[in-house]
């Protein structure tokens, strides 16, 4: 009795869904398009956003220029957004709000753009560049709509875009210091601590390109030597005025000795030369 009452309830929900699966196909392929137009904003209202994102895209450009052009373009974006397909929200929203500026969907249209363009920023340690082009879509919503109810959430988002952008700029200086490229390491972690004064890795980033300026000069030519190595005492000056706790101290105090016996060996043996 149990089997067949489960039985029963398996056909039933198969055949709901043939049904529906039926109904929607012709949908699909009627070519009545006021019928396929309310059929998608049923779809839409019900959340079945799959089905009203295939009518939508099927209608759009038959109702072009009628009233219902305007709500059909923005349901067929958020449908999308719903469904988390963020390249073709953004997309979508994007040519929304740039066909419609005075619409009353405008504002909410032009943030669900940067707002895809956010959910579509990739993880730190790929590229970088939908990441960039979120931030830019982010501030240039606030500057269109500065009272916006959304202004704040921008302000959220546009800091979480650029801690990515920090770490990965970060990581990226670290790298060419695991890869010992020496100048390549000192360059990017002082354009870092350029880019990012109040990061919290600025103390690790000022250890570390004073260890590889050290390593650098001690891998240059003997006429670059000297210099290098007065680059990396007034590195390490720089450090300690900043870091004069840091738990590196005693690592850069040592580098720091290193260098000054070094140049002033130098020194002395260009004052002997002189003199002879």
């Given at each position: ?7 029963l309830f398996i056909l ?182 350029r880019s990012y004064p ?15 300026a050290y390593n650098l ?60």
């Open positions: 009795m149990q089997n067949s009452k489960y039985l039933f929900i198969a055949g709901v869904f043939f049904s529906s699966c039926s109904k929607f196909t012709k949908l699909q392929k009627s070519t009545n398009v006021e019928e396929k137009y309310q059929a998608a904003v049923n779809y839409y209202t019900k959340k079945d956003y799959n089905k009203a994102s295939l009518l939508f895209e099927e209608i759009i450009p038959l109702i072009q220029g009628t009233p219902e052009a305007e709500r059909a373009q923005f349901y067929l974006a958020n449908a999308h957004f719903q469904q988390r397909d963020y390249i073709l929200s953004a997309h979508y929203f994007k040519k929304f709000y740039e066909t419609y500026s005075r619409s009353e969907f405008a504002e909410e249209a032009m943030y669900l753009y940067a707002y895809s363009l956010y959910e579509d920023s990739p993880s730190y340690n790929l590229d970088q560049t939908n990441t960039y082009t979120a931030i830019e879509a982010m501030q240039t919503f606030i500057n269109a709509y500065p009272g916006s109810k959304y202004k704040e959430k921008c302000n959220e988002i546009i800091a979480l875009l650029r801690a990515k952008l920090e770490r990965k700029a970060y990581e990226n200086a670290e790298l060419y210091s695991h890869k010992e490229d020496y100048k390549a390491a000192v360059v990017a972690f002082e354009n870092f601590q109040d990061s919290d890795y600025n103390e690790r980033a000022a250890y570390l390109k004073l260890v590889n000069a001690k891998s240059s030519t003997e006429a670059k030597k000297r210099e290098r190595y007065e680059s990396t005492i007034e590195y390490y000056e720089n450090f300690i005025d900043k870091y004069a706790k840091s738990r590196y101290l005693r690592e850069a105090e040592n580098i720091y000795e290193a260098c000054v016996k070094i140049v002033g060996e130098a020194a002395g043996a260009e004052l002997q030369s002189t003199k002879k």
